[in-house]
Nanobody
């Protein structure tokens, strides 16, 4: 199983980006998926997460600006980021709990990270 994160880039203050996290390989089901970010010199932090049933939760710093969603048919999770601020600048990673087969346990996977840079 591989997770491919994409959609990062350079954006001006107040702009928007949509990140994608696509899972590929032998997949039976995808449970919770989270988007994390890590800025230089800081610890990795959870930005948003979505459960297998669709329940979501967000870091206080992004509530009302970011929206996490999933397309189960495409094995893809999105992070829509609006009203971006310079403090959102970081490398964004996706993390997923994936079941490969019906008799396989849950394993955790990380995507490779995508850079988001917000400038004024």
């Amino acid at each position: 199983v591989q997770l491919q994160a994409s959609g990062g880039g350079l954006v001006q203050l107040g702009g928007s980006l949509r990140l994608s996290c696509a899972a590929s390989g032998i997949i039976f089901s995808i449970n919770a998926v989270g988007w994390y970010r890590q800025a230089p010199g800081k610890q990795r932090e959870l930005v948003a997460a979505i459960a297998g049933g669709g329940r979501t939760n967000y870091a206080d710093s992004v509530k009302g600006r970011f929206t996490i969603s999933r397309d189960n048919a495409q094995n893809t999770v999105y992070l829509q980021m609006n009203s971006l601020k310079p403090e959102d600048t970081a490398v964004y990673y996706c993390n997923a709990a994936i079941v490969r087969t019906a008799s396989w346990g849950v394993s955790e996977y990380w995507g490779q990270g995508t850079q988001v840079t917000v400038f004024q």
